[in-house]
Nanobody, 123 residues
Framework: QLQLVESGGGLVQPGGSLRLSCAAS????????IGWFRQAPGKEREGVLC????????NYADSVKGRFTSSRDNAKNTVYLQMNSLKPEDTAVYYC????????????????WGQGTQVTVSS
């Protein structure tokens, strides 16, 4: 059974940092692009960024540019989302998703999804 599991969420003060992890089971990362999405209460899910097979990140949300970066460790089948200078408006459930080959900002392009991890930014 193919699955993705997010972890690392929690409560953080504004200006703080968190690192989320997305771990794969049932397949290897090598041929997959990994997208990050988030959904705030009462809002639809939005694309945040994507990391390519070669490790390059593309931001899909202007609000996170310069603050969020993604990296990958294929040997561990794990992708990371480093979130710095967090703001209250970053509060959301964060999801990772996988698709073969190339990055995409369309939810429908991704075949496998994690169940999400909650990030709350509050003082």
């Amino acid at each position: 059974q193919l699955q993705l599991v997010e972890s690392g969420g929690g409560l953080v003060q504004p200006g703080g940092s968190l690192r989320l992890s997305c771990a794969a089971s049932g397949f290897s990362w090598d041929d997959y692009a990994i997208g990050w999405f988030r959904q705030a209460p009462g809002k639809e899910r939005e694309g945040v960024l994507c990391i390519s097979r070669s490790g390059y990140s593309t931001n899909y949300a202007d609000s996170v540019k310069g603050r969020f970066t993604s990296s990958r460790d294929n040997a561990k089948n794990t992708v990371y989302l480093q979130m710095n200078s967090l703001k209250p408006e970053d509060t959301a459930v964060y999801y990772c998703a996988a698709r073969q080959r190339f990055c995409s900002d369309y939810e429908s392009a991704y075949d496998w999804w994690g169940q999400g991890t909650q990030v709350t930014v509050s003082s």
